[in-house]
């Protein structure tokens, strides 16, 4: 039996959507992220997780329509693409869930510039938009409810698709 050793590098293909993803977080003026950091080098405690991973791990999901950080932490220990963005660093679901809820608006504010971008540049389209969940105290009464096929129309879930 041979064993052989390959690298992520050389695992994930070179036109691979996260090797984009990549490209244009390291393009984007992360200073804001940066600033928020508190450790300080020599002294007791983890080096934190560098906000670009942070930032592309989030992007890479948006774009396949995954929303959830525990389900996003899944996939870095099970993906390809998420592990070769996350490297040799280990992300949990408290982390990816802290971060996207310490930056909201900057994370807005990225994910939007950055999937603009793509889709200036024919690289995704968008297909379907949500709405993001919020529970919405409704004015109506008990009968004049939405049911299942109402709900599902309202609630659909994001999706973008490639053009690589």
């Given at each position: 039996?041979?064993?052989?050793?390959?690298?992520?590098?050389?695992?994930?293909?070179?036109?691979?959507?996260a090797r984009v993803v990549w490209e244009?977080?390291?393009?984007?003026?992360?200073?804001?992220?940066?600033?928020?950091?508190?450790?300080?080098?020599?002294?007791?405690?983890?080096?934190?997780?560098?906000?670009?991973?942070?930032?592309?791990?989030?992007l890479l999901a948006t774009i396949e329509?995954?929303?959830?950080?525990?389900?996003?932490?899944?996939?870095?220990?099970?993906?390809?693409?998420?592990?070769?963005?996350?490297?040799?660093?280990?992300?949990?679901?408290?982390?990816?869930?802290?971060?996207?809820?310490?930056?909201?608006?900057?994370?807005?504010?990225?994910?939007?510039?950055?999937?603009?971008?793509?889709?200036?540049?024919?690289?995704?389209?968008?297909?379907?938009?949500?709405?993001?969940?919020?529970?919405?105290?409704?004015?109506?009464?008990?009968?004049?409810?939405?049911?299942?096929?109402?709900?599902?129309?309202?609630?659909?879930?994001?999706?973008?698709?490639?053009?690589?």
């Open positions: 039996m041979k064993i052989e050793m390959r690298a992520l590098e050389q695992l994930l293909p070179s036109d691979h959507a244009f977080v390291r393009k984007l003026d992360l200073s804001e992220f940066y600033a928020d950091i508190k450790a300080v080098e020599g002294r007791p405690g983890q080096p934190p997780v560098d906000p670009a991973i942070l930032l592309a791990l989030w329509g995954v929303g959830s950080a525990r389900e996003l932490a899944r996939l870095c220990t099970t993906h390809l693409a998420y592990e070769w963005l996350c490297g040799e660093v280990g992300v949990n679901h408290h982390l990816l869930s802290d971060f996207r809820s310490a930056h909201p608006e900057r994370l807005e504010k990225s994910l939007v510039q950055v999937l603009a971008s793509l889709m200036n540049q024919g690289l995704v389209t968008l297909t379907r938009v949500a709405q993001d969940g919020m529970r919405v105290r409704a004015s109506a009464g008990a009968r004049r409810s939405v049911g299942r096929a109402g709900c599902k129309n309202i609630c659909e879930t994001r999706r973008l698709k490639w053009r690589l």
